[in-house]
Structure formats: structure tokens, C-alpha cells
């Protein structure tokens, strides 16, 4: 079982649509969790994190996280083609990230 | 502020040769990591610097790989020699404190094998 898992997609959404992320974890000792987005060619960067249960908004994201279930969202509303990228979900594992696969995620206008 | 920078952005070498990468953090951040991507893979830890200690090298493949940061400022990560799987899209990030910091990531280096 991966530590990280994301489903790889492509998850196609259109123009201003909400599109959802999803990934869950393994290590239940988890504490902080981050969201990073790449496009193709391009470095990881960071959009979202977050360390509490609950929603965390920022703009038009939202990150989701349930340790009890060990799952993390990312929701983004209003989707733009720019939002076309992979979205990574990534795990503090102590000094370092675990990272999922990624999520493609193809916003159409 | 100058972000997390690598050197070179790629890198085409024969197997057997050797390959420096570097990595310049951002000022001021103490923490250095290396990550590296294969094609089809997720990314995966190398090692993690503290200043100009190696606080975490598990990741580290074998001894090929060798990894240095002089003064606690830039950081190189040496192949020798290279083998076809080393081939791939190292990154490097940095972080002011570590433990659930954020880290911050720069372009990566692809390197490909021959």
C-alpha cells in the first residue's frame, strides 16, 4: 500500500465548475499536510496547508482534512483553464514530505 | 526575495560519467532538501539537510550518490558514475524550520542517462 495515494486522473472538469481533489494517507501520526500544484515542466509550488481537522480556505481553494478518516481535499471553485496542472498531495513525515502521485487535473473552456 | 535555484535545468550524460547538481536555497533558510522524480513515479526524498549537517539521508539510493553542503549555504549532489535509472528530475527545496514547515521548491535539474 502506497503511503500517499491520489487518484492519477485526468479529472476533466469545465470553465467554473468546482472541481474536488482527494487524497488519503497511511501514517496516522501525520500532522501537516500541503497541496502543491505543477504544471508540466514547471517546480512544485505550494498553494494550500493545512494541520487541523476541518476547512481551510484560501481565495477560491479549499483544503479538507479528516485525520479520523485519513483523507485530504482540495476543492477549487470557479475553475479556471489555468487551474490546468497536476496537483500533488504531499505528507510531513517528520523532516521530510511524502508525496502522492498527483492528480491531473484539465479544466475545459 | 530570490527563490530556491538550480543548476543546470538539464543535463544529458553517458552512463558511467559523472554529474554535479546544485541547489542555492533561500537566503536565510537553514533546512536543504533533495527530492527525486523517475519517470512514472511519485516524488521521493533523498536527503534533508540542517545548515551543514546531514540530519536525514534514507532516502539517499546507495553510495553513488553523494551529497555536500559547504558552509551551510548551496548544496551539490554528485553521481558517480551515473546509471540509466539514475535519470530523472531531482529537486531541491528549503525550509526555515523544519518538522511541518513549509518547503519551498526549486526548478529541478533533469538529468538524463545514456
Known amino acids: 500500500q502506497k503511503e500517499v495515494e491520489q487518484n492519477s486522473g485526468p479529472l476533466s472538469v469545465p470553465e467554473g465548475a468546482i472541481a474536488s481533489l482527494n487524497c488519503t494517507y497511511s501514517?496516522?501520526?501525520?500532522?501537516?499536510f500541503f497541496w502543491y500544484r505543477q504544471y508540466s515542466g514547471k517546480s512544485p509550488e505550494l498553494i494550500m496547508f493545512i494541520y487541523s481537522n476541518g476547512d481551510k480556505e484560501d481565495g477560491r481553494f479549499t483544503a479538507q482534512l479528516n485525520k479520523a478518516s485519513q483523507y485530504v481535499s482540495l476543492l477549487i471553485r470557479d475553475s479556471q483553464p489555468s487551474d490546468s496542472a497536476t496537483y500533488l498531495c504531499?505528507?510531513?513525515?517528520?523532516?521530510?514530505?511524502?508525496f502522492g502521485g498527483g492528480t491531473r487535473l484539465m479544466v475545459k473552456p | 526575495e530570490a527563490g530556491v535555484t538550480q543548476f543546470p535545468s538539464h543535463s544529458v550524460i553517458e552512463k558511467g560519467q559523472t554529474v554535479t547538481l546544485r541547489c542555492d536555497p533561500i537566503s536565510g533558510h537553514d533546512n536543504l532538501y533533495w527530492y527525486r522524480r523517475v519517470m512514472g513515479k511519485e516524488i521521493k526524498f533523498l536527503l534533508h539537510?540542517?545548515?551543514?549537517?546531514?540530519?536525514?539521508e534514507s532516502g539517499m539510493p546507495n553510495n553513488r550518490f553523494l551529497a555536500e553542503r559547504t558552509g551551510g549555504t548551496y548544496s551539490t549532489l554528485k553521481v558517480q558514475p551515473a546509471e540509466l535509472e539514475d535519470s530523472g528530475v531531482y529537486f531541491c527545496a528549503s525550509s526555515q524550520d523544519w518538522a511541518g514547515n513549509t518547503q519551498y521548491f526549486g526548478p529541478g535539474t533533469r538529468l538524463t542517462v545514456l
Open positions: 504531499a505528507v510531513d513525515a517528520g523532516n521530510m514530505l511524502t
Open positions: 501514517d496516522r501520526g501525520s500532522q501537516s
Open positions: 539537510f540542517v545548515k551543514e549537517s546531514k540530519q536525514d
